[in-house]
């Protein structure tokens, strides 16, 4: 499962995913809530065939898998009620996953702010609604360190926004804002705290989509 060296990122060091005499990679965005229509068309926009998931059979046969924002305990609740909480845990351990700010918290091993059903599959624990609740939405530059020793500047979305509160030792930190957290990965599974599907830049998304096509991953990184 472990890769000798960084992905091909579409864009960057490889094709991209829609290149010819490539497979166009299948990925699913999760729909029980949030912006999961600006996923799909960031991702459809960088080649992948991306569609809607919100039954455990419709995660058959996917390369990858997204989960948007929204509310993390409805989502949680949702998961469980649709049966979704298992096969997912399972898809993880098999594919690459992308969490943004709602789907962080829900990949994320605890949170430090109340009970509520969790995927449990980061080695991370969050801060609900960290940044204030949705009247205190804003947007600031992001810290992005994708590549190791190459440092960039992202801007990032918040709304009703979380931060990571702390990193277990195969957890890698990708992005920060004003000092804080916001963007990890661990193996195959990336989350950041912000919105990058409501915005312009798909650098994020094409990161993704380089771990979906590479087929394996790099060794994370020891602090």
């Known amino acids: 499962m472990v890769g000798s060296g960084p992905p091909a990122v579409p864009g960057t060091d490889g094709p991209p995913t829609g290149h010819p005499g490539t497979r166009r990679s299948k990925i699913g965005v999760l729909a029980l809530q949030g912006a999961f229509r600006e996923h799909i068309r960031m991702l459809t926009g960088l080649g992948a065939d991306a569609g809607e998931v919100r039954t455990p059979g419709e995660l058959d046969g996917l390369d990858g898998l997204v989960i948007p924002g929204g509310e993390s305990t409805t989502i949680g609740l949702l998961m469980e009620k649709g049966g979704l909480l298992t096969p997912l845990r399972e898809f993880v351990e098999a594919r690459?996953?992308?969490?943004?700010?709602?789907?962080?918290?829900?990949?994320?091993?605890?949170?430090?702010?109340?009970?509520?059903?969790?995927?449990?599959?980061?080695?991370?624990?969050?801060?609900?609604?960290?940044?204030?609740?949705?009247?205190?939405?804003?947007?600031?530059?992001?810290?992005?360190?994708?590549?190791?020793?190459?440092?960039?500047?992202?801007?990032?979305?918040?709304?009703?926004?979380?931060?990571?509160?702390?990193?277990?030792?195969?957890?890698?930190?990708?992005a920060r804002c004003d000092g804080r957290i916001v963007g990890v990965r661990q193996d195959r599974v990336i989350g950041v705290a912000f919105h990058p599907e409501l915005g312009d830049d798909t650098r994020l998304h094409a990161y993704f989509l380089g771990l979906v096509t590479a087929g394996a991953v790099r060794p994370p990184v020891r602090r």
Do not use: K
């Open 96 to 174: 690459p996953v992308f969490g943004t700010c709602a789907g962080l918290i829900m990949l994320a091993r605890s949170t430090v702010d109340g009970e509520q059903p969790l995927l449990q599959v980061m080695d991370v624990t969050v801060r609900r609604n960290a940044f204030g609740r949705q009247t205190r939405s804003f947007e600031a530059p992001v810290d992005l360190a994708l590549i190791p020793g190459v440092q960039e500047t992202f801007p990032g979305i918040f709304i009703r926004a979380p931060w990571v509160e702390r990193t277990g030792p195969d957890v890698e930190v990708i």
